[in-house]
């Protein structure tokens, strides 16, 4: 049985639990099962019914002043923005989510950081892309997140194609190379390899990055 197919019945339980919780008054349970059943929604790929789940949340959050919720929901909120492509909105939303956990000390930003890389990548923002994911690499390197710190290093390698660098994209992708098999992460291994042959060949051929 695949995840999917289990969805409507976690579905089915958040419901009931909101139930309990409307009934006994529970508003921080009530906001932990709406942003729950956002991420299940988006799962689904329903992509509007999570955003309007996840804002729920974000209020109540808010409303309760948890301020840790409140950032990690609009991390959540960022990642549906973007599968949507409204780019514009998801860097908002991580920007707001930066700013609360740069107030719980260095390094809680790191994972939206990386997210904020990628939109940025995305919208060729190169420079502003590299320094943010280099800022979560630094992170992840400290907090020994060694899966964390491969991913980065790929999309790092990305950008750097992206700007015609392709030596140093290569430089990249041989560390996460690196990581992956340590960790014994095959699937992550085989892509990886597959980037640093397109990028060789690439740099073998001269290639220009596209204006």
Known sequence: EDQQSRYPDALGSLQQALSLFGIVGDRDGE???????????????????????LRYALALYRELGDRD???????????????QGHYADA?????????????????AESSPLMELGVIEERQGKYA???????????YFRQDGERNDEAEALRNIGIV??????????????????????????????ASTTHSIEHVQALLNAGVSPSP
């Open 160 to 189: 750097q194609a992206d700007l015609g660098r392709y030596a140093d994209a290569l430089a990249a992708d041989r560390k996460a190379l690196v990581i992956y098999r340590q960790l014994g992460d095959h699937a992550h291994e």
């Open 31 to 53: 906001a932990i099962v709406f942003q729950y059943k956002g991420l299940i929604e988006y799962g689904q790929n329903r992509y509007a019914d999570a955003l309007r789940s």
């Open 91 to 107: 860097l908002a939303s991580l920007q707001q989510c930066i700013a609360l956990l740069q107030k719980m000390g260095p390094g």
């Open 128 to 138: 502003d892309s590299l320094r943010d994911l280099q800022r979560a690499l630094r």
């Open 69 to 83: 919720r409140e950032a990690y929901t609009l991390l959540d909120i960022a990642l549906v923005q973007e599968k």
